[in-house]
């Protein structure tokens, strides 16, 4: 599926890198479709912080609750809406999810908005990140990393502007997630700090390293709206 056409947005802070494009339709109806893909990043590199360079996470899941996405022509006569409220599992080693989110038929013509929500699990105490990696420090000695962050956010992403949709094409929007990147700053700075359970895994979470844990998550917060205009 060839991608020759684009319209980017990036969330600084980077819990989602959203990309949206427009494509050739594989579709057996030739109709237009929207559909959501999934990217993870499993190692991060020229991050600012030397102690963070060699983290990489390769492991573990991604709970999302709730999934939503609205288009609009310019003169509201088509409205294209979908929205998916159930426990959607993202395989963090395989970019798939577990019920597959399909794509929906669009209608050809000029849009003038797209809007995308996307809200993590937070309906029980299990983690909506739940992650496994591990970290190298200055003295080449690596360390297991686990992840578990409890976060109900909702990430929202709205783009204003003309794009038009033909036959035989569509829109993707693909979600980059690089947890390597929330340990760019100050959080990666603290990991030569961080202590070790009875197992010796650095856990990052609410109760275990929590000065790591607020960091990411308050930088999390600050960027989970983003507005761009075309």
């Given at each position: 599926?060839?991608?020759?056409?684009?319209i980017?947005?990036?969330?600084?802070?980077?819990?989602?890198?959203?990309?949206f494009?427009?494509?050739e339709?594989n579709?057996?109806?030739?109709?237009?479709?929207?559909?959501?893909?999934?990217?993870?990043?499993?190692?991060s590199?020229?991050?600012k912080?030397?102690?963070?360079?060699?983290?990489?996470?390769?492991?573990?899941?991604?709970i999302?609750g709730?999934?939503?996405?609205?288009?609009?022509t310019?003169?509201?006569?088509?409205?294209?809406?979908?929205?998916?409220e159930?426990?959607?599992?993202?395989?963090?080693?395989?970019?798939?999810?577990?019920?597959?989110?399909?794509?929906?038929e669009?209608?050809?013509?000029?849009?003038?908005?797209?809007?995308?929500?996307?809200?993590?699990?937070?309906?029980t105490?299990?983690?909506?990140?739940?992650?496994m990696?591990?970290?190298?420090?200055?003295?080449?000695?690596?360390?297991?990393?686990?992840?578990?962050?409890p976060?109900?956010?909702?990430?929202?992403?709205?783009?204003?502007g003309?794009y038009?949709?033909?036959?035989?094409?569509?829109i993707?929007?693909?979600?980059?997630?690089?947890?390597?990147?929330w340990?760019?700053?100050?959080?990666g700075?603290?990991?030569?700090e961080?202590?070790?359970?009875?197992?010796?895994?650095?856990?990052i979470?609410?109760?275990q390293?929590?000065n790591?844990?607020?960091i990411?998550?308050?930088?999390?917060?600050?960027?989970?709206?983003?507005?761009?205009?075309?």
């Open positions: 599926m060839k991608t020759p056409k684009l980017l947005a990036l969330f600084s802070f980077a819990l989602f890198f959203l990309a494009t427009s494509c339709d579709d057996d109806t030739g109709k237009p479709t929207a559909q959501l893909e999934f990217e993870t990043v499993t190692s590199n020229n991050l912080s030397t102690a963070a360079q060699g983290i990489e996470f390769t492991d573990g899941n991604i999302i709730n999934v939503e996405f609205e288009t609009e310019e003169n509201d006569s088509v409205e294209v809406e979908f929205e998916i159930s426990y959607i599992t993202l395989d963090f080693a395989t970019g798939e999810t577990e019920p597959d989110l399909s794509a929906v669009i209608v050809p013509g000029t849009y003038s908005e797209i809007e995308l929500e996307i809200e993590l699990w937070d309906d105490d299990q983690p909506s990140i739940d992650l990696g591990t970290w190298t420090d200055a003295n080449d000695t690596t360390h297991t990393v686990k992840l578990e962050m976060l109900g956010q909702t990430f929202s992403l709205e783009i204003e003309e038009t949709v033909k036959e035989n094409t569509g993707i929007a693909t979600v980059t997630i690089d947890p390597g990147s340990f760019a700053g100050e959080a700075e603290l990991l030569p961080a202590t070790s359970n009875e197992d010796g895994v650095i856990v979470s609410p109760n390293n929590s790591i844990y607020n990411i998550e308050d930088a999390i917060d600050r960027t989970s709206e983003v507005e761009i205009e075309m």
